[in-house]
């Protein structure tokens, strides 16, 4: 039996790899995450409600479970906000990578850390290889490079996966994310302006867990770049739901980066090239509309079942 230590469990990845890991009869799953489990269905695990900025009592927990695997999911996500609290965000993106690499170091334990497309200032011209140049733009892109910077340092045996723009089903959780965001808005005759000139090739989470689970599997090493195949502007996304969903395209007003007044900055283009991961670690190549329709299948069975 694998333990495995997934971090950050009610978040939007860290639900989907608990449902996933509890599908692998040869593991055994430690959820941790702040405040009560959201998951709806909390058999065939072990959940701990724990503050991960308090490393002492992390570090207890790890040693009471002694795992094999630390999947680490939990992060200060909110782009925004990390660039107004930016002490909070390197507690949480940066000293506790540090700490958790540590504690990896010390029991030779494997860690999967998940990074972000955020690291690149998007001004390549074209899809960023794991191997380009780093260059933030914005706070919350330094604390991740930052994070993967510390595992480097340690040196431990790590798979660092690095994704881009995240959207799936959430249990117990009103979070949005970019398919909801439009389609919610689109349905109540909602104006939104997206914009025209960011480029992005989402990631629905399952693929992202899927992705963690391959790494893990293999115990791969080094960064690998995970997200759909096909790059496209914020403004195409959007339109591509509004199709799907037949609903009314008029409220989608196009605007440009500047046009948006928000903290932080976004990079503009910041598609990957998938060859490493498709050939390391076998990861399965998807479009974003493909994709789309899997997320609206999971979505009406979900509604229907409530
Ligand atoms: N989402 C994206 O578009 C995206 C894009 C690129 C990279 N990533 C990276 O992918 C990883 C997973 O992202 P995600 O979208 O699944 O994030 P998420 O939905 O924000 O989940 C993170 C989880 O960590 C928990 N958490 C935060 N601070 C904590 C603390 N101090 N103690 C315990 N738990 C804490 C959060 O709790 P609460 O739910 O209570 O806040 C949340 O459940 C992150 O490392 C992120 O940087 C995400």
């Not at 072990?46 to 999911?73: K, R, S």
Request: with cysteine.
């Amino acid at each position: 039996m694998k333990k495995i230590v997934i971090t950050g469990s009610n978040g939007l990845l860290g639900q989907k790899l608990v449902k996933l890991l509890k599908t692998k009869s040869e593991v055994e799953i430690y959820a941790l995450s702040k405040g009560p489990n959201r998951l709806f269905n909390t058999k065939a695990y072990t959940y701990y409600n724990i503050d991960l900025t308090h490393f002492e009592a992390v570090q207890d927990c790890l040693n009471e479970i002694q795992p094999d695997v630390i999947i680490h999911t939990a992060a200060m996500t909110n782009v925004d906000a990390c660039e107004l609290e930016q002490e909070i965000c390197d507690r949480m993106n940066v000293d506790l990578v540090s700490e958790i690499a540590g504690y990896c170091k010390r029991n030779d334990c494997y860690l999967v850390h998940l990074s972000t497309d955020f690291i690149f200032d998007g001004n390549k011209g074209s899809v960023y290889k794991e191997e380009d140049l780093p260059n933030p733009v914005n706070h919350y892109g330094l604390s991740k490079l930052r994070s993967e910077k510390v595992i480097e340092e340690v040196g431990i045996r790590c798979a660092i996966l690095r994704t881009i723009l995240v959207y799936g089903l959430v249990d117990g959780n009103d979070r949005n994310n970019i398919v909801l965001w439009v389609k919610n808005s689109l349905e109540h005759a909602k104006d939104i302006n997206v914009v025209t000139d960011q480029m992005r090739m989402p990631t629905l989470s399952d693929d992202l867990a899927q992705a963690c689970w391959l790494a893990l599997e293999k115990e791969a090493n080094g960064v690998f770049n995970v997200s759909s195949s096909v790059l496209m502007s914020i403004y195409d996304i959007a339109l591509a739901v509004a199709n799907l969903y037949g609903l009314d395209k008029k409220y989608i007003h196009p605007v440009d980066s500047k046009a948006l007044v928000l903290p932080a900055k976004r990079p503009f283009s910041t598609g990957f090239d998938l060859n490493k991961s498709i050939a390391e670690i076998k990861l399965p190549s998807y479009s974003f509309r493909e994709r789309l329709q899997v997320f609206k299948d999971q979505l009406t069975k979900h509604d229907e079942s409530r």
